[in-house]
């Protein structure tokens, strides 16, 4: 069952006259004959994710992972591969050593991760835990001259109770149908109400201040109970990568119910001592930021100057080795190229792979990317390469496979994604089309600018459950049959794009205020 909303009755009211994509059927078997028996992916991922290691953006596993990128694409004939830097991102880091116990009343060994960028301890410290509980400036004064050479501990919030519900879900067909419906007339807006984010930005702001108090104390270590499950933490980062950052306390986090047994045994007046080490370097010699880029040059005389793009972002975390967030997207990148070139089918657009650095940190590599080759997303100047781009293509929501497409509010490419997904329906199930948007990820930076950026629907998996920056993102979270259906579809899309006779449609360009 296909799923196109209210589009197509729509488009027809307002007098939209469809045409006919002409479809070259037996190009489509190629590719998923090719992607479906002949499958590189277990290969790609072993050399993105268990050879190159973590990722972090400047780190030396997104140099390991950006060699083999561009070594790789070349040896499947793409040309052009290379590193493109795109403007400063600041520092890198690596963990060298992480470790964290309760020492007393008895031995236990946590499971703790170092903020990315945090600094190392003095070597390896011991000593009891305070806990700190401060909700005011006032609160907060009532520990000043009481933590220098400190381990402090700060309590997880959240639910920490038993749950009922599966890790890893595909989209219900129920799911699909209300995805597929219009927007509310009211409008989709924030979960959150203006009440609700002025608070969480209050939180936010104080609990900068209570680092920064912490630095000013000179205590030794922060140990931050972080919500999660079942062993499962989702990582985050201190303070910047910026090469002018100041220098704060080390920061450990670990699992909830490490910090919550500590402050039952505090609080019921059981004396508590840990000891820990953290060995962390800051990589300063090159600041620069790096995507990876490489194409398959177009053959028609005439439109070989005017491109395709599909991309994903190769940095991650450091907690894991990135497999879902977001390897996957370029294991699935990587391979729709490779199966275009092993097909020796000959577009007649330029087709360009991007692999995006600094995603992570705020899309920084395909924003900068954008500005550099097509616009200024500030003053809405465009540059001569704006008018060339048919289209971008991204993945980067996990391993789930793809179960349709998100128009970001263009409802003229809605009928021609129609006729595309029809030769590729037999790997669908409840194939959707959506007219509304998705955020958080590299197509906003082409979408922002006036130019057609699509993110796929996929399956979540266990995406937000137990991957989604986490010190579970391995390798066994992937789903390898799941990404060699993506890799088929994402190919016969480029395909497409780069063999129709016209660029997709556009919307307007965005106003600049």
């Known amino acids: 069952m296909k799923k196109l909303f209210f589009l197509i009755p729509a488009l027809l009211a307002a007098g939209f006259a469809f045409s006919q994509e002409e479809i070259d059927l037996q190009a489509i078997e190629k590719i998923k004959n090719e992607g479906l028996n002949n499958s590189h992916v277990e290969e790609i991922a072993f050399e993105l994710v268990d050879k190159a ?13 950006t060699d083999y990128a561009v070594k790789q ?77 400190a381990i402090i501990a ?36 924030s979960r959150y109400t203006p009440e609700q984010i002025q608070a969480l930005r209050a939180a936010r702001a104080f609990s900068m201040r209570i680092s920064e108090f912490l630095a000013e104390e000179g205590a030794a270590l922060i140990i931050k109970g972080v919500n999660g499950r079942h062993g499962t ?42 000891e820990a080490e953290i060995k962390s370097r800051y990589l300063t010699d090159d600041l620069q930021g790096y995507n990876v880029i490489a194409e398959i040059p177009g053959t028609d005389p005439t439109l070989k ?35 275009l070139k092993a097909t020796g089918l000959a577009p007649r657009r330029t087709i360009r792979i991007a692999l995006w650095g600094g995603e992570e940190q705020g899309l920084h590599g395909s924003r900068n990317y954008v500005q550099n080759h097509f616009a200024d997303r500030t003053t809405m100047e465009l540059k001569p390469d704006h ?22 509010g263009n409802e003229a490419v809605g009928p021609v994604f129609d006729q595309w997904f029809e030769p590729i329906d037999d790997l669908i199930e409840n194939r959707t089309i959506t007219i509304r948007d998705t ?32 010190n579970m993102d391995n390798f066994e979270r992937l789903e390898l049959d799941d990404l060699r259906q993506m890799a088929v579809i994402v190919a016969s899309f480029v395909y497409n794009t780069a063999q129709r006779d016209e660029k997709l449609p556009r919307e307007e360009l965005p106003k600049v205020d």
């Open 53 to 65: 290691g973590p990722r972090l953006s400047n780190s030396e596993g997104y140099k390991r992972a």
């Open 73 to 149: 694409l070349t040896d499947w004939g793409l040309e052009n591969a290379k590193t493109e830097a795109w403007g400063e991102f600041g520092r890198g880091w690596e963990m060298e050593k992480s470790y964290v116990a309760m020492t007393k009343p008895y031995y236990m060994p946590f499971i703790a991760i170092p903020k990315a960028w945090t600094e190392s301890t003095k070597g390896e410290i011991s000593g009891k835990v305070i806990f700190i509980n401060a909700k005011t400036e006032v609160e907060l004064m009532a520990y000043k001259g009481k933590l220098k050479g």
């Open 154 to 189: 700060i309590k997880p919030s959240g639910d920490q109770s038993p749950t009922f519900e599966a890790d890893a879900t595909r989209f219900t067909e129920d799911q699909l149908n209300e995805m597929a419906a219009p927007p509310s007339s009211q409008g989709g807006g």
């Open 233 to 274: 933490l989702f990582t985050s980062s201190p303070r910047g990568y910026l090469k002018d950052t100041p220098m704060g306390v080390p920061e450990l986090e670990t699992a909830p119910e490490n910090v919550n047994l500590l402050a039952r045994l505090v609080e019921n007046g059981v004396d508590v001592e840990v």
């Open 305 to 339: 100057s005017e491109l395709v793009m599909l991309g994903g972002h190769l940095d991650s975390w450091h907690g894991a080795n990135g497999a879902t967030d977001n390897a996957a997207g370029c294991i699935v990148m990587m391979e729709a190229v490779r199966i």
């Open 387 to 408: 008018e060339k781009l048919s289209a971008y293509y991204n993945i980067d929501n996990g391993t789930g496979k793809i179960r349709g497409i998100y128009l970001q």
């Open 439 to 470: 955020g958080g990820t590299d197509h906003q930076s082409f979408d922002g600018v006036g130019l057609p950026g699509f993110q796929f629907i996929q399956d979540p998996i266990e995406y937000r459950t137990r991957t989604h920056h986490t």
